[in-house]
């Protein structure tokens, strides 16, 4: 006996089958189903096997398949009831698919069921639907001349309605009854022409506002030329009537603008022929306007710029950059250059429209920014001072993430977890150093320092590392910290580091300057001062030594003066010792600027010394000038006390008595060095002196002065008279013999 054909057809079937069998209960109503048969299509389109779901309940084998909301009991169940055919849509979220799934109970107390695998017919219809419902063009279908099929959700909200309450009803069910009259003539326009029609028709949309809409109804035919239904679609077109409108009210206001604006342009046909321009475009290409009338572009040499207008005539937007020299005129002028095609009424292009642009101006920056590059570049690679161009930027977005919850302690949180720090740092990128950190770190080359830079690094360099993640995170800008670093053979350096965010990388932390100085030798000088703490006493008892000596000279001063003195001088007295004293007192004012207790630079006190004279001889009825010319003189400290008494007396000289009777004069005062004997000379183009022989034998009290503290410098004295006014002149040596004396004892 041969195989039952409907089993070998099911077997054999491409579509999924399996036939259950009605199980009751004690109701008579039917409680479950058992499966009996599946055939290799169902195995293959579900992966349950025929053999292990046999005899089986379907409690236990649908549910394996089918979503928990799809109740498939009562799907099969009504169809074993009523003993009609039934076909559902269920999705399988298990399996990702969707079945169609035909039912029948062709057998008492038996089911078929027929399983076909609609999910890619379903992934299109939805595609569909989104595409549809996803686009600003409104479009649905009639089925007549009166009621809707499908429409989109766009159609839906002009409506301001959802698409379940207008798919199936009719145009008086939804709209006004003259609305639907009008709609429903232009339907049957449609319906009873076959042809496609398109109108332009003002609406009111759902808010109530009056919307120009473009609708377009295109009836679909059967194969005997019979209308099976009318797709619709409306655009929009209200803004752009508005816009025609603005154009059209606007063009004076446009034409304006084309003659005046700071931009060069011009029209042209679509031959490339210049039909109009305004006056900006004539000065940029330095020609005049009978000249550029109606001159034929194509024909220029410059192929490059031809071809960005004939490209405009495509209908394509180019653009032209270079120096254009002109051919109607003697100049070469830089340009930027913009071309756009100009349509016509029917969309085709009629020409087209050029602005340019002179950039003269812009590459005269551009070449200034180019070279101020160069400079900087320059400037970082040449400089003496290690300096590192670096990338925080990706630790600048982790940071972002650990801070957005709020951490009460930074530091401490960082302090906490080391290994989170040096991940850290592993994410700064170091994008450049100069020659100065390859000599500083003794490589050979920058790839060699780059490729070692992780032994730069000692555990308190990440240390260190935590303020700046802390400044960071707190959006600063700079920071100032001094650490260890290892040279790449080792050797370690203390260093002084200013870290700094360039200029417009303030947001991402991409450009960071570090400056790196070694200060190590500082250091270590330190550590001496800091060892030699005793040579404070020996400094203390130079200062009172020096005190003492300054004492005295005061004392002799004041003994000198006295001996001079006259009845009813003593004003005259009190002001001169002051203003000796006022002397000596800025060689210790420059002292203690400098903290040099060995020397000072006499240059700069012989100018403080001429403008404190100036202000206690100050006459505003003379006008005496005085011109300091100095070297860079370093002096030893003992001799800058008679030296600026010896300058003090001078000038006082000068100023009280070479320009008794004139309302103005001139001061020079000058200090020389050579090897190590000093020249200062203090000159004046007053009265002079009639007999300067008195002067090298004084019997006055001033120069009785200058004699003695020449005398102390043991230097030499020229007086000279010669000329206008008088030149005095004083040589001494520098004193270090002296002092190397001083140093033995």
């Not at 007549?144 to 159609?155: F, L, M, R, T």
């Not at 046909?269 to 210049?274: F, P, R």
Request: hydrophobic share 40%.
């Amino acid at each position: 006996m041969g195989q039952d054909p409907y089993k070998l057809a099911t077997q054999s079937s491409p579509v999924g089958y399996t036939w259950q069998k009605i199980c009751y209960g004690d109701d008579g109503a039917p409680a479950d189903l058992s499966v009996l048969e599946a055939n290799p299509a169902f195995e293959e389109l579900t992966g349950l096997k025929a053999s292990e779901i046999t005899d089986r309940s379907a409690f236990e084998v649908f549910t394996k398949i089918l979503d928990e909301e799809t109740d498939w009991f009562a799907l099969f169940g009504r169809a074993a009831a009523d003993r009609k055919p039934q076909v559902s849509e269920v999705y399988s979220r298990p399996l990702g698919k969707w079945f169609r799934i035909a039912l029948s109970a062709p057998v008492e107390g038996h089911l078929s069921a027929f399983w076909m695998n609609i999910t890619d017919s379903k992934r299109v219809e939805e595609e569909q639907t989104l595409l549809l419902d996803n686009i600003s063009t409104q479009i649905w279908y009639l089925v007549d001349q009166e009621h809707y099929g499908k429409v989109n959700q766009a159609h839906a909200d002009f409506l301001g309605l959802t698409k379940e309450q207008v798919e199936g009803k009719s145009l008086y069910e939804l709209l006004s009854r003259d609305e639907a009259d009008q709609c429903l003539i232009a339907n049957k326009l449609v319906f009873e022409s076959r042809k496609p029609v398109v109108t332009e028709e003002w609406a009111a949309n759902s808010r109530g506002e009056k919307r120009l809409l473009r609708i377009s109804k295109k009836p679909k035919l059967d194969a005997l030329g019979s209308v099976v239904f009318v797709v619709c679609s409306a655009e929009d077109v209200t803004e752009q009537q508005r816009a025609m409108e603005a154009v059209t009210e606007s063009e004076q206001k446009f034409q304006s603008i084309f003659r005046h604006t700071p931009l060069g342009l011009f029209h042209f046909d679509s031959n490339a022929v210049i039909t109009d321009f305004n006056e900006k475009f004539v000065e940029i290409i330095g020609s005049s306007q009978e000249a550029l009338t109606g001159l034929d572009m194509q024909r220029l040499p410059d192929r490059k710029l031809v071809t960005a207008i004939q490209g405009a005539l495509h209908g394509e937007r180019t653009s032209y950059v270079g120096e254009y020299a002109s051919t109607t005129a003697d100049k070469v002028t830089p340009v930027r250059a913009f071309f756009a095609p100009v349509y016509s009424y029917h969309q085709t292009v009629s020409g087209g429209i050029g602005i340019v642009e002179d950039v003269t101006e812009r590459k005269m920056a551009e070449y200034a920014l180019r070279e101020s590059e160069t400079k900087y570049r320059s400037l970082f690679e040449d400089s003496p001072i290690s300096l590192w161009e670096q990338d925080f930027s990706k630790v600048k977005k982790r940071l972002d993430k650990i801070t957005r919850r709020p951490v009460s302690d930074l530091r401490a949180y960082f302090l906490s977890r080391p290994k989170l720090v040096r991940e850290l740092a592993a994410e700064v990128i170091v994008l450049n150093v100069n020659q100065a950190t390859v000599r500083q770190y003794n490589a050979n080359s920058k790839e060699e320092f780059l490729e070692g830079i992780h032994k730069v690094f000692t555990d308190e360099s990440y240390t260190a590392f935590i303020e700046a993640l802390v400044l960071i995170a707190r959006k600063g800008k700079e920071l100032t910290l001094t650490k260890k670093h290892r040279t790449l053979d080792g050797r370690l350096l203390d260093v002084h580091l200013y870290w700094a965010v360039a200029p417009g990388f303030e947001d991402d932390y991409s450009r960071v300057i570090t400056s790196a100085i070694d200060i190590t030798e500082q250091k270590q000088a330190e550590q001496i001062i800091r060892k030699n703490l005793h040579e404070k006493n020996v400094l203390l008892s130079e200062i009172h030594h020096r005190v003492k000596n300054n004492l005295a000279v005061i004392s002799s001063l004041l003994t000198l003066q006295a001996d001079f003195n006259r009845p009813g001088s003593m004003q005259a007295f009190l002001e001169n010792t002051r203003n000796r004293i006022h002397s000596m007192a800025l060689v210790h004012e420059l002292v203690y600027e400098t903290s040099n207790f060995a020397e000072i630079r006499f240059d700069h006190l012989l100018h403080r010394l001429v403008a404190s004279l100036k202000k206690i001889y100050h006459n505003e009825r003379r006008n005496i000038s005085v011109t300091v010319t100095s070297e860079d003189a370093m002096l030893d400290l003992n001799l800058s006390v008679p030296c600026t008494l010896l300058a003090n007396e001078l000038l006082s000289n000068a100023f009280l008595h070479a320009f008794e009777g004139r309302d103005a004069g001139a001061i020079e005062v000058e200090l020389h060095k050579n090897k190590k004997e000093y020249r200062l000379v203090v000159s004046d183009d007053g009265k002079g002196v009639s007999n300067p022989v008195m002067l090298e034998n004084p019997s006055s009290f001033g120069y009785t002065i200058i004699h003695g503290l020449v005398k102390q410098l043991g230097g030499s004295i020229h007086v000279d008279a010669s000329g206008s006014g008088l030149r005095v002149e004083v040589r001494f040596s520098d004193g270090s013999r002296g002092r190397a004396a001083r140093a033995r004892k």
